[in-house]
């Protein structure tokens, strides 16, 4: 693994702009915890972690970080660090206990995490769906079917009208890609369908749910900031040569521009549509406007770059993700590229011209140990400090950039790797559920409240 050779670059807080939002995310899956308590249903992650072989510790989020216990132990974390901001996830199959009746004692945590957040400085930021779908929604088609769209809008209708005086900011959905194309195109993410067409139509309802819950949240929060969370890349040609350059057209068509066009008014890439043929989605009138409702911000979550040769006997894109073995990566084996950061945040603004865009993830994963006490995650420290220089300078470009928000302020249960791969500023030890702040994480108070 190649690493870096040159020094970090110096960073003070009075570099960004003043009132700009700091931040560490987290979601409900990965480390609530207390997945059979006070009327919590299934989800499709507890039936997927519950077959053999698709979570490569064979672990699950049953545990997790037991946060549903210790909030306020961890917002203490996150207020230690200066932070002034808090992003989360509602976890749907809390609060909806037989799937059409809400389950009080589900908002009721949710009110107290707010209230929590409140008390110590935090402006709490939710994420209504971050991947986990009730499992009794799944047997009645998840989100190939439309009914689920509606069961999302019931289930934001009744958080918003709950928490809506005390919560301003909302986040709809988490990263559509993963929840389509993981969870049901290449089947590493539950509930492990392996079919285009599935997963172009599951994107497409998430992305209409999108559009039908935006103006719902706005009648019931005042003053509603409401936007969207997308993972992108950037998408880079292996070579000069012509085919490569087509092929990483086609990729950043089906990775990004498949969910930023109807986003944003211009509908499916006619490229890709062309592409994928019969898989392409069913959409009804009115559909594409729906999801092209205007936001008060656009979430990036970033975290590396990709990069694309021609592959003509690989469809429907007819090209592959090479990896060069002279760039550095993280052990997750994620090639780290902090201009990768200020790229996309230059285009999101030149090509699609959000009102803001706010930095919703970014972070990377390391093989941790405890050194008398310690964590010296000095590769961690070095991955944060050089994506918040390449974001100062995508900001002092004219991007509309307005935070960040680190992943992730725990350890804490990584999906399909299980509890392999650590992405915290925090570790946690899981048998014993002790919180270390890593070196990361010193460096990230230190830069915030010095």
């Known amino acids: ?180 194309m993981h969870g049901n195109w290449d089947g590493m993410h539950a509930p492990g369908n392996k079919d285009l067409r599935i997963a172009l139509q599951v994107c497409h309802h998430v992305l209409l749910s999108h559009g039908l819950a935006v103006p719902i949240v706005r009648a019931n929060v005042k003053d509603a900031h409401v936007g969207i969370a997308l993972s992108l890349h950037p998408i880079r040609s292996a070579s000069d040569k012509a085919e490569d350059i087509a092929a990483t057209y086609r990729h950043d068509g089906l990775r990004n521009r498949w969910f930023l066009d109807p986003l944003f008014g211009k509908g499916y890439p006619e490229d890709v549509l062309a592409l994928v043929g019969d898989a392409a989605p069913g959409i009804e009138a009115g559909e594409m406007e729906a999801i092209a409702v205007p936001t008060d911000f656009m979430g990036l979550n970033y975290y590396f770059p990709e990069k694309i040769a021609d592959a003509p006997d690989n469809p429907p894109l007819h090209g592959k993700v090479v990896h060069p073995q002279d760039v550095e990566r993280t052990a997750f084996g994620w090639e780290v590229a902090p201009d990768g950061l200020s790229q996309l945040l230059r285009r999101i603004d030149r090509e699609y011209g959000p009102r803001e865009i706010h930095v919703t993830e970014n972070g990377s994963s390391y093989d941790d140990v405890v050194d008398n006490g310690e964590v010296r995650d000095v590769q961690r420290r070095s991955y944060l400090i050089r994506h918040l220089d390449a974001m100062r300078e995508a900001i002092a470009d004219g991007v509309p950039v307005k935070g960040y928000f680190a992943w992730s302020l725990l350890d804490n249960f990584e999906w399909a790797e299980g509890y392999t791969r650590r992405f915290g500023l925090t570790y946690v030890d899981f048998d014993t559920q002790q919180r270390i702040l890593k070196d990361s994480g010193k460096w990230y108070r230190d830069f915030l409240v010095k």
């Open 1 to 180: 693994m190649t690493s870096k050779t040159s020094p970090d670059p110096q960073l003070v807080r009075s570099d960004f702009p003043s009132g700009f939002r700091w931040g560490t995310s987290t979601s409900s899956y990965q480390i609530e915890g207390a997945a059979q308590e006070d009327g919590r249903v299934e989800s499709i992650w507890d039936r997927f972690c519950a077959q053999p072989g698709t979570i490569r510790d064979g672990s699950s989020g049953l545990v997790a970080c037991d946060h549903y216990h210790r909030w306020p132990q961890d917002l203490d974390l996150a207020r230690e660090l200066g932070t002034n901001a808090y992003r989360f996830s509602i976890a749907w199959p809390r609060l909806f206990g037989d799937g059409t009746t809400v389950n009080a004692k589900g908002l009721d945590f949710y009110e107290r995490l707010v209230d929590g957040m409140l008390e110590r400085g935090l402006e709490p930021w939710p994420t209504l769906y971050h991947w986990d779908l009730p499992q009794a929604l799944q047997e009645q088609g998840g989100w190939v079917n439309r009914g689920t769209v509606h069961a999302f809008t019931d289930f934001v209708d009744a958080v918003t009208r709950r928490l809506g005086d005390r919560v301003r900011n909302w986040i709809t959905h988490n990263e559509p890609w993963c929840t389509a």
